[in-house]
Nanobody, 117 residues
């Protein structure tokens, strides 16, 4: 079975940083594009970032471009999201997803990030 477990969330002050991790199992991690998404309280889901299978190509939503960095360690089957210069509007549950193409995804358990003073 596919398992995706995000971790690393917590409470951080505006301007602070957090690093999220997503541990993956049950599929060939190094062959699959990966995504981060988020859902803020009372709002719909939002795509945040995407990385190709080798880790050399990344994509970001305009709302996080220049502040967030997606990366992966295929040897450890782990996806990361380094979040810097956090804003209150970044408060959300963050999820990782395996992207198999043709609109086929597996989403994992999320981790809550709260940005507040």
């Amino acid at each position: 079975d596919v398992q995706l477990q995000a971790s690393g969330g917590g409470l951080v002050h505006p301007g602070g940083s957090l690093r999220l991790s997503c541990s993956a199992s049950g599929f060939t991690f190094g062959s699959v594009y990966m995504n981060w998404g988020r859902q803020a309280p009372g709002k719909g889901p939002e795509w945040v970032s995407r990385i190709n299978n080798g880790g050399g190509t990344t994509y970001y939503a305009d709302s996080v471009k220049g502040r967030f960095i997606i990366s992966r360690d295929n040897a450890k089957n782990t996806l990361y999201l380094q979040m810097n210069s956090l804003k209150p509007e970044d408060t959300a549950v963050y999820y990782c997803a395996a992207d198999y193409g043709s609109n086929s995804y597996d989403w994992g358990q999320g981790t809550l990030v709260t940005v507040s003073s």
